[in-house]
């Protein structure tokens, strides 16, 4: 698990919004991502943790990758529909 920073996690979006791979939700917090160009698919993970976040994925990387970048936006707009739906 990576602790996610908001420069870490700024310079991932930023890589996914280059790449624009596929995000597919599993459930909430965890995400398939697709390559598109690759077809490579591997799965993100997001933890928290007394109000720090964390971030895994399956692929090689030991950084916030875009993967991570990618799934995040997908993250935020579902944490806060699920928000909406509790409060
Ligand atoms: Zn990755």
């Known amino acids: 698990m990576i602790e996610i920073t908001s420069a870490n996690i700024e310079k991932a979006i930023n890589k996914a919004r280059q790449t624009k791979p596929f995000v597919k939700v599993i459930e909430f917090r965890r995400y398939q991502v697709t390559n598109k160009a690759t ?27 875009y993967h991570i970048g990618a799934s995040v936006g997908v993250h935020i ?5 699920l928000h909406t739906a509790t409060a």
């Open 77 to 81: 707009v579902l944490a806060e529909q």
């Open 39 to 65: 077809g490579a698919t591997y799965e993100v993970k997001f933890t928290k943790i007394n109000n720090t976040k964390y971030a895994e994925c399956n692929c090689k990387a030991t950084v916030i990758c």
